[in-house]
């Protein structure tokens, strides 16, 4: 039987997303707990790479579950996507005795983490962090909630100036090429229309729309638009309505950054609360290269490389609801 594991890692990795403090206060603390010495890799795999790697203590990681962010920071690295970097990291890992990773982050990390896993055979626990949603077997991801409940106030606040002008707004959202950001802030928001890169927007029948509502006076209406979506984002919809529609009042707004940080949201900071318990749990028995999710309210554990291959669907019912609520 192999030893019992001593020391772990923990990273953060990609785009930060709200929660992911909370997540590594779980891991350190539950590692602390079952008498592991438990290390922060900075930036992501860059700190792998680079030996930026300290020890952490209880007491560093507190006071930061209400912090947006992440306190190991984090970082895209492209030199651990190349074999001489992920030499280098093992080596680093090795000079700290570390015998097993959590990578916080979304399926870009898990895919590094899913090579390097079996080349040097180091268990790697994932955990979903990022407000995109974009991975399936889990339910949510740490960051969506606060993310997607930002891109609501927003939208709302838009709302009450696109009403006083009676003005046509085009808000896009991130997500990359997932459109649940869009989806859950336009129905939430009562947006008129949606436009996801999931499905198809045929833009005919979306200026269709919009000129039937302007012969029967609807003049307020709200297009959530997600950034990965097919036309090519808010300013180019924008673009194509001016030319068939010149006499429509309309404004752009692109939301941006402000959907990733902020204080996260009591969902967030429990969910990652139990995946950081739960990744440790795993690296303590032993279980190599799987993915913490939540699905129905309990964990789903699922290996790595499924996890990064896998989208979440959107079923057509969602879009029959926005089609159906926003008349
Ligand atoms: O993956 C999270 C995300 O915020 C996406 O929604 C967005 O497309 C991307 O990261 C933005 O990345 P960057 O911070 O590098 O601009």
């Known amino acids: 039987m192999k030893n019992k594991i ?62 947006g962010g ?39 990390s898990f895919r590094g983490a899913q090579i ?21 077997g889990t339910d949510f991801t740490i960051g969506f909630d606060t993310a997607v409940n930002t891109a609501v106030e927003a939208i709302d606040k838009i709302r009450d100036t696109a009403d006083a002008h009676d003005r046509l707004f085009i808000i896009e959202v991130m997500g990359r090429d997932a459109g649940y950001i869009a989806l859950h802030s336009g129905i939430s928001t009562g947006a ?43 300013d180019e919809l924008a673009k194509h309505i001016r030319k068939e529609m010149p006499n429509q009042d309309l404004r752009v707004c692109i939301l941006g950054h402000i959907q990733r940080g902020g ?9 990652a609360s139990r995946m950081g318990y739960h990744a440790v749990e795993c690296l303590i028995e032993n279980t190599h290269n799987v993915f913490i999710g939540i699905v129905n309210n309990k964990m789903n554990y699922m290996p790595l490389n499924e996890a990064v291959k896998k989208k979440q669907r959107i079923s057509e019912e969602w879009m029959k609801i926005v089609k159906i609520l926003a008349t």
């Open 192 to 234: 008129e229309h949606i436009l996801i890169p999931e499905k198809k927007t045929s833009v005919i029948d979306l200026i269709a729309s919009l000129q039937e509502k302007e012969k029967r006076k609807k003049l307020v209406n709200m297009i959530v638009v997600a950034e990965g979506e097919d036309f090519g984002g808010a």
């Open 263 to 271: 204080s996260p949201s009591c969902f967030d900071r429990v969910i």
């Open 70 to 108: 992440t306190i190991l920071k984090t970082s895209r690295c492209k030199e651990f996507f190349e074999p001489g970097g992920r030499k280098k990291a093992f080596d680093n890992l090795q000079k700290h005795g570390i015998e097993g990773l959590v990578i916080i982050g979304g399926d870009g």
């Open 116 to 136: 390097f896993s079996s080349e040097y055979d180091i268990p790697c626990i994932g955990l979903p962090g990022t407000i995109d949603k974009d991975i399936a």
């Open 6 to 67: 001593k020391r772990i890692g923990v990273l953060t990795s990609g785009g930060d997303s709200p929660g992911m403090n909370a997540a590594i206060r779980a891991v350190v603390r539950t590692g602390i707990y079952h008498g592991l010495e438990v290390y922060g890799i900075m930036r992501g795999y860059s700190g792998m790479v680079d030996n930026e790697i300290q020890k952490l203590e209880s007491r560093s990681v507190a006071n930061i579950i209400q912090r």
